[in-house]
């Protein structure tokens, strides 16, 4: 037992040769994908079923909500660019774009919250809107809200791990997971803007 | 340090750096197109791209990535094949 748990490779699951921290986020990451995947095909289905959907480019500022889009991707692409500092030993440099990916993390938020107040303040609500079936701002509020928790409990963590990169502290495989859980945010998000925004 | 991380230290920062110009040039794509299958195309086309490059699964061992695609995609797909039916034949029959 102890010559096993003296091997190097002793936190390696054989079958997927990585870390079992990396297995858990991926199969935390899987679980969550099923949450946000039974969200939409719901809509999905509501759209189908249901009452007339409002014309999208009547409800949203398309503009704003792209810069939204390029806000996340942008911030996807610096956290990937962490992680490849972190994995040269460049602690340094990955603190610095773990901080810009918090950057974007928080204009992405700040938009949502400006998108919200403005569509609140024109008599959208949980059970009510001004532009057709009740569903469409249920929806709205329920999805875009999920995701902009997962933004922000993401900002948290990656804040986290920039103050632990600038003092050493992190490894890189934490800033892997961190940047892991960030694309996953973004991956989300092409759904999201596809299916909500866009069709 | 694995197999797959030498691998994916090998991709360099410009890779990552294509891969978002890729998905910001999909973004204007998608929002000038109103045809929904297109746009349906242009979401598979992101999603492979933040996967398999930014999540690194491109250079993940296969068993992990087969894991992964496999679990979602055929839930998910499951799910959206259901519902899709059930709305389509429930409510829209006369």
């Known amino acids: ?199 | 340090m694995s197999e797959a991380a030498t691998a994916h230290g090998a991709i360099g920062y410009r890779g990552y750096w294509i891969a978002w110009v890729l998905l910001l040039l999909l973004t204007v794509a998608m929002v000038s197109i109103t045809n929904p299958t297109v746009i349906v195309a242009g979401i598979a086309i992101k999603a492979t791209i933040i996967s398999l490059w930014f999540m690194h699964l491109k250079f993940e061992r296969i068993s992990l990535a087969v894991v992964v695609i496999a679990c979602t995609m055929l839930t998910l797909g499951v799910l959206f094949a259901l519902l899709a039916w059930d709305a389509t034949v429930l409510f829209k029959t006369p």
């Open chain 1, 1 to 199: 037992m102890e010559a096993i748990l003296d091997r190097p490779d002793r936190h390696q699951a054989a079958l997927f040769d990585t870390s079992w921290q990396k297995l858990m986020m991926w199969i935390f990451i899987i679980g969550d994908a099923l949450l946000f995947g039974t969200f939409l095909p719901c809509y999905g289905w509501q759209r189908i079923a249901g009452e007339a959907w409002p014309d999208r480019t009547h409800v949203f500022h398309m503009n704003f909500i792209t810069a939204m889009t390029f806000t996340l991707i942008t911030s996807s692409a610096t956290m990937a660019t962490a992680v490849g500092a972190a994995r040269k030993g460049d602690l340094a440099n990955a603190g610095r774009f773990v901080w810009l990916t918090v950057l974007g993390g928080l204009v992405f938020l700040g938009c949502q919250a400006y998108e919200w107040a403005g569509l609140i303040h024109q008599g959208a609500r949980m059970n009510t809107n001004p532009w057709g079936p009740a569903a469409f701002s249920a929806y709205f509020f329920m999805i875009t809200g999920f995701h902009g928790t997962h933004v922000l409990i993401g900002v948290i963590i990656l804040a986290i791990t920039a103050i632990r990169s600038s003092m050493r502290k992190a490894t890189a495989e934490g800033v892997e997971l961190a940047g892991l859980y960030w694309h996953f945010v973004d991956l989300v998000w092409v759904f999201v803007f596809g299916c909500f925004y866009l069709i």
